[in-house]
């Protein structure tokens, strides 16, 4: 499941930066089932891709709700708290938030682990942590 969901987090990622419209990303994910549903707190998710579209969904509500990008995303009050409403956040924005304003391309992000062997940050590559200091790498 973490490979599907990076996957599928690529390709949404590539579809936002094409100008996708989030709706219609959102529409696809959401609702997708399989054997590993998780339910916490009053919420019920379906699948690795319904996380992700939920997750879109939620980014979007933030920006459309206050405009700050730097705020943390609290817990989802759910359906009882009131009608979902419809994002209108653009795509880049979306993208920028998810990707935590990474540049453009950039398909690496920085662990705020260091390396075991020479203390150094380690990076994410293709589902493996790798130091590019001395050449750790450990994947799983």
Do not use: F, W
């Not at 924005?93 to 662990?111: C, I, P, Q, T």
């Amino acid at each position: 499941c973490p490979s599907q969901s990076e996957a599928t987090s690529r390709l949404v990622s590539i579809a936002l930066r094409s100008g996708m419209d989030a709706e219609s990303i959102i529409e696809q994910l959401k609702g997708i089932r399989c054997a590993s549903t998780i339910r916490q707190r009053g919420m019920k998710v379906l699948s690795c891709p319904d996380a992700i579209g939920r997750l879109i969904e939620k980014v979007m509500k933030h920006q459309n709700g206050n405009g700050n990008k730097n705020e943390t995303l609290q817990s989802d009050p759910g359906p009882a708290h009131g009608a979902i409403q419809r994002p209108t956040a653009r795509h880049t924005d979306v993208v920028e938030n998810l990707s935590g304003g990474a540049e453009k391309g950039k398909r690496n992000y920085h662990d705020e682990s260091k390396c075991p062997e020479c203390g150094e940050p380690l990076e994410h590559e293709g589902g493996c942590k790798m130091c590019r200091s001395c050449g750790y790498s450990k994947c799983g």
